[in-house]
């Protein structure tokens, strides 16, 4: 077929796509973007992280709910996620988590709305149980309940309708890479150890002293002065420990402790042909049956599927063909990820029929998936804050070391990633914001004076 099947199993959006976004300048810059992004009234919507999408919302008795009950109930779900923001620098927040505060709002408000009729209140809490389920996509989380409230609010959204890329996200980091010096980046080679702190010397060569040695899976060892170390905080919290040697000081490892890290998975469909109309951007779905206010069942294996928020279209379908993407958050995501292709493709066949009506929907002729919780360098999606942790840790985890600003030998290892950025955590611009920050730090060192 014509189509060159691009699926992003990584990043998706460029989120807030204007001046602000050091990611949308570059891909504006190279040329990247379609003819839409850059339009100026497009840089100029304030969607507050949620992108309005041309959407229909089946449920899960096998019709297209009414849409104005979904929208009643949605602005109802932002209205309260705006009202977190009030708990930002408080010192005594109502509740702990997002989570626990959102369902208390939820059950004070709901009995008033509906006109007080059973039916139409049970569908406004379903809705509800929906958008949690997308703020958890959202925050890389398996609940908002894990998620800290006071410091919520810290996250900023950035002006923009999201978009993506044309020709992939890689076209970015390509661009990039074709400015460094040919042979500069070395691929496939993990790092066993960083040994910081030391006396190392070059084989033959006893003249010149490196502080770091950095050790490869492969055996091969790199001497350095300085190195940015930009591993997923999934990895750090499992593995900070024999990675660096001495281990990370107890303020460090406490913070990457503390911080959360969760996983939100893409379940790429490919069907024959679209049973979607061609305006539908956004498919979503609601379990009819479930409440915020009540405990979800607890079994993984028969019910996982009900995280599932619902599948954005892929567009064009000239350059896709007919594919949807699922997102889905959590304990079910990681569940999912131990499944086999057919388990899963033949779960969202159910979903799909269930939620279309139609028990004779073709299933889809393929399926795709990200498998961010068993990758063995990240074991995740991306970072949150925490119930018990604050954008301090964020901060923490980013200074770098030693500790000692007179330390002779500064800078040895500096962080760098999402998880350092205190207010774009969770994102590639934050990610590509710190990676900036901490080559500037090292600019600043070549450049200071030495003393005399």
């Not at 980091?173 to 080679?189: I, M, Q, Y």
């Not at 960083?194 to 790199?222: K, L, M, T, Y």
């Not at 999934?234 to 900070?240: D, I, Q, S, T, V």
């Not at 999606?381 to 119930?387: K, P």
Request: net charge negative; with cysteine; glycine share 8%.
């Amino acid at each position: 077929p014509a189509a060159s099947g691009l699926a992003e199993m990584g990043a998706h959006w460029i989120h807030g796509p204007s001046p602000g976004n050091p990611v949308f300048c570059l891909a504006s810059r190279y040329g990247l973007l379609g003819p839409e992004a850059a339009r100026e009234e497009n840089q100029q919507v304030e969607a507050g992280g949620h992108p309005p999408m041309p959407s229909v919302t089946y449920g899960s008795s096998g019709k297209v709910l009414d849409p104005e009950a979904v929208r009643e109930a949605r602005d109802l779900f932002y209205a309260l996620l705006a009202s977190t923001r009030a708990f930002q620098g408080s010192k005594e927040p109502p509740w702990p988590s997002v989570g626990q505060y959102l369902r208390a709002e939820i059950a004070r408000t709901v009995p008033t709305m509906a006109g007080g009729q059973e039916d139409a209140r049970q569908l406004q809490l379903a809705v509800l149980a929906a958008c949690l389920k997308l703020e958890c996509c959202i925050s890389g989380t398996h609940s908002m309940d894990l998620v800290g409230l006071e410091p919520f609010g810290e996250y900023v959204s950035l002006p923009g309708l999201d978009c993506t890329f044309p020709g992939g996200y890689s076209s970015l980091a390509e661009r990039l890479l074709s400015d460094l010096p040919e042979g500069s980046v070395l691929l496939n080679k993990a790092v066993r150890t960083i040994q910081w702190q030391g006396s190392f010397r070059e084989e033959g060569d006893d003249g010149r002293v490196f502080p770091v040695r950095v050790e490869c899976e492969d055996g091969d060892v790199f001497l350095a002065d300085h190195v940015i170390v930009t591993v997923p905080l999934g990895f750090l919290k499992e593995r900070h420990r024999e990675f660096f040697q001495p281990p990370l000081p107890e303020r460090k490892a406490q913070a990457i402790r503390n911080l959360g890290f969760g996983t939100n998975n893409k379940i790429f469909l490919e069907f024959e042909q679209p049973f979607w109309e061609p305006e539908q951007q956004l498919l979503e779905v609601v379990w009819e049956d479930e409440s915020p206010l009540e405990e979800p069942g607890a079994d993984l294996e028969a019910s996982w599927f009900r995280k599932l928020i619902g599948f954005v279209v892929l567009q064009p379908p000239e350059q896709h063909g007919h594919v949807l993407c699922g997102f889905i958050a959590g304990k079910e995501s990681e569940h999912m990820e131990t499944l086999s292709d057919a388990e899963v493709l033949s779960a969202m066949t159910r979903v799909l029929r269930t939620m279309t009506g139609n028990p004779d929907l073709p299933a889809p002729r393929s399926v795709l998936r990200s498998r961010w919780h068993s990758a063995p360098y990240t074991r995740g999606s991306y970072s949150y804050v925490a119930v018990g942790s604050s954008g301090d840790d964020i901060d923490v985890l980013a200074q770098p070391l030693p500790e000692d600003p007179r330390d002779p030998r500064p800078l040895q290892l500096l962080f760098a990633g999402e998880a350092t950025h205190r207010t774009f955590y969770s994102t590639t611009h934050g990610a590509l914001l710190s990676g900036w920050r901490e080559a500037e730090r090292l600019n600043q060192l070549f450049q200071a004076p030495v003393p005399a």
